[in-house]
């Protein structure tokens, strides 16, 4: 059954939010690719995480909360039931080399959430 793999929060202040997590939860965060992204470590059986600048401000008063990756074992299977469940992608089929490949989408209440595929031991 899919578990849910990987979650991301996105900081208007990323050293801020790093300070929060650390302090309060005791996560490890390490330096991982572009400036500003980190992978979040929760500890011994907990999954994987990343910190990384918010692409676009905060307006509104919708819903904030993290982003998550769910783990399956055939991306273009995953893609092909969420679009005929009502999804809509908002970002197709890629790959992160030596992490895996996914796809983000909202579903049908305009969550956004990612599948993938990840590489043999990715995570």
């Known amino acids: 059954m899919p ?3 990987h979650f991301a929060i996105q900081a208007d202040n990323v050293e801020r939010a ?8 005791g996560w490890r965060f390490e330096a991982w690719g572009p400036p500003d992204f980190y992978n979040i470590h929760t500890g011994e ?5 990343a910190l990384y ?5 905060l307006t509104g008063t919708g819903m904030r909360g993290f982003r998550c990756t769910i783990a399956v074992d055939d991306v273009a299977a ?5 679009l005929q469940h009502g ?5 197709d089929t890629s790959t992160i080399p030596g992490v895996g490949t996914l796809i ?6 305009g969550n956004i959430l ?4 990840y590489e043999p031991g990715a995570h």
């Open 3 to 5: 578990n849910i793999a």
């Open 18 to 25: 790093k300070a929060f997590y650390e302090a309060c939860f």
């Open 45 to 49: 059986g907990g999954i994987m995480g």
């Open 53 to 57: 600048a918010r692409t676009e401000p």
């Open 78 to 82: 995953a893609r092909a039931l969420v």
């Open 87 to 91: 999804a809509t992608l908002t970002h």
């Open 104 to 109: 983000e989408f909202a579903d049908p209440e």
């Open 114 to 117: 990612c599948a993938m595929r």
